[in-house]
């Protein structure tokens, strides 16, 4: 009898030649399309660094941290797989060989090897098939897709490739390795050279993996020639050999594979019929909006990170959710919060339509902030305070407002006489980094006659955290007798979680993080609104 397990299909998506082709972009695009023709997909990440998640890492290293309901701090790749999908992610989605690594060593101290040499085959590899077929358990998902990160050919990488090898091998027609690579255009010679797609799936070879399709990025179009001169080479038909051409908008790729039949190549692999074809009519519509901005608007995007985009993805991602929400496009003009001075201050912020300042942590750059913060108050510009730009938003209003000019986060100065953003009773304890702060998912209850409760037309609500600060309320009272109110409460904990500002025309804070939770299918209300209200006031 087939038991519901051996009903899901598998999908490993491997990369090489180089990183940064896009895995995560065309793993999602690939499910999004089998989403639309009806099916249950799930996708995960495997990151084959020593850290247990990406939260103690640096964003200079590895772009933001995405935090997901169940509190997971995870790679930026399931923000992308959740704004496709608008289906939430969790723990088990991404996993790290650190984290194969403890629960190996694990159950090794806890005597379950009952005495085996532990080695690399087959504990490791049998950890690694275990976490990708978790997923699959009770028949939840018909497809599990599974992105292993880093290039094939990398050392680090070598047991998750040896566990598709074995996967591959165990479940047969269930299974499907679809395998990245670059197909470069040589200008001197005028050419798309294949030769490194060729060594690349020779490697894979080399490990006893063939790969089933073959996605080719390419900066021009792969004509009928290099097509058939990679399936060769690479022994696939040429069917098989999928273009994905550099495009301007992430969310245009999975129309593109459309275009290319990466769905349907796929499931004729896997004997699933492909008569009914992918619905993708409110993607298509959320696409014609995109391309067809009718205003344009500039907002501030305030943080440490400027260098990097991948720094802020979520909240770049949720600002064009709402732009195309608005039909409007969202340009975005990143301020490092540490060059902002006094003397610069207006030449920086004039013109904005807009001003968002960024989550963070550590003192770096937290002056800047707070003067753009009392800019953005004291000229009635749109300000919307994300986590540490909403302590930061107390900060500047406590000083300049509540006169208490040394107010601070005991986070950045431990000393302050006015403590208002200070250290949650529950972290005072904690002395390690990794996966300890408030994380994933917390209720919030909104109170009446506010904007905020406007904006979410609903009283209960949950939100994403990411922090070890909170706001003291022992100043409270003083905050909202000036006019900055707490317009969202934690029930539970009687956490401040939203503020705003009266007498402004939107000066909004949020303790946790609406940037986790927009995706195309249902962009955040708050970016929607914030947008909406820098839109008028850039039309004034
Ligand atoms: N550093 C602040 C805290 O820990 C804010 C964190 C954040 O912005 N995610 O509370």
């Known amino acids: ?69 169940d509190g997971a701090e995870t790679d930026l790749d399931l923000g992308h797989y959740e704004r496709f999908l608008n289906t939430p992610t969790s723990q088990a989605n991404n996993v790290t060989t650190g984290r194969i690594y403890q629960s190996v060593i694990e159950k090794e101290r806890r005597g379950d090897y009952l005495g085996e040499t532990v080695q690399v085959i087959p504990h490791i590899t049998d950890e690694i098939k275990h976490c990708i077929q978790l997923l699959g358990e009770n028949n939840q998902y018909d497809f599990v897709i599974t992105e292993i990160g880093g290039t094939v050919g990398d050392i680090e990488s070598l047991p998750y490739i040896e566990a598709i090898r074995q996967l591959r091998w165990e479940m047969g027609r269930r299974s499907l390795v679809i395998h990245l690579t670059l197909v470069p255009y040589l200008s001197a010679a005028k050419e798309l050279k294949t030769k490194p797609t060729q060594h690349s799936v020779k490697t894979m070879l080399e490990y006893g993996v063939q790969p089933d399709i073959l996605v080719c990025r390419t900066e021009r179009p792969l004509n009928e020639n290099i097509r058939k001169k990679i399936a060769l080479f690479c022994n696939v038909d040429v069917t098989s050999v999928i273009e994905s051409i550099d495009t301007n908008s992430i969310y245009k790729v999975p129309v593109l594979m459309r275009e290319e039949k990466l769905d349907k190549v796929a499931l004729k692999k896997l004997n699933l019929p492909v008569s009914t074809p992918p619905v993708l009519e409110n993607w298509q519509s959320f696409l014609n909006k995109l391309e067809n901005p009718k205003k344009i608007v500039e907002i501030g995007l305030v943080g440490k990170y400027v260098e990097l985009m991948d720094a802020y993805k979520s909240i770049i991602e949720s600002l064009i959710h709402a732009g195309t929400t608005n039909e409007c496009q969202v340009k975005i003009k990143m301020i490092h919060s540490e ?18 300042v960024a989550p963070g942590f550590g003192d770096r750059g937290i002056e800047g902030k707070i003067l753009a913060i009392n800019f953005a ?5 749109p300000f919307f305070g994300i986590c540490l730009g909403m302590q930061c938003a107390m900060i500047e209003f406590a000083r300049n407002v509540l006169n208490l000019p040394e107010a601070h986060s005991t986070e950045m100065d431990p000393a302050t006489p006015d403590p208002i953003i200070d250290i949650m009773e529950e972290q005072k304890k904690i002395t390690i980094k990794g996966g300890t702060m408030r994380l994933g998912a917390y209720p919030c209850t909104i109170k009446d006659n506010t904007k905020t409760r406007k904006i979410y037309n609903k009283t209960d609500i949950t939100e994403r955290h990411r922090h070890r600060y909170e706001v003291n309320n022992e100043y409270l009272e003083a905050f ?29 804070g949020v303790q946790f993080h609406p940037e986790y939770k927009s995706t195309v299918a249902s962009p955040h209300p708050l970016f929607v609104d914030f947008i909406k209200e820098c839109i008028s006031h850039s039309e004034k």
């Open 377 to 381: 108050r004291e000229n009635r510009i």
């Open 480 to 508: 909202e007798k000036h006019g900055l109110k707490a317009t969202g409460i934690n029930p539970q904990a009687n956490l401040v979680e939203i503020i705003e500002l009266e007498d402004h025309p939107w000066f909004l």
């Open 1 to 69: 009898m087939v038991t519901p397990k051996d009903t899901t299909k598998y999908i490993f998506v491997t990369g090489g030649v180089t990183s940064s082709l896009g895995k995560g972009i065309i793993s999602a695009s690939l499910a999004k399309l089998l989403q639309a023709r009806g099916y249950r997909v799930t996708i995960q990440k495997l990151d084959p660094y020593i850290n247990i998640d990406p939260g103690t890492l640096n964003p200079y290293e590895h772009g933001e941290c995405y935090v997901t309901e």
């Open 339 to 356: 060059h902002i001075t006094q003397e610069n201050l207006e030449n920086t912020m004039k013109g904005l339509a807009g001003a968002l």
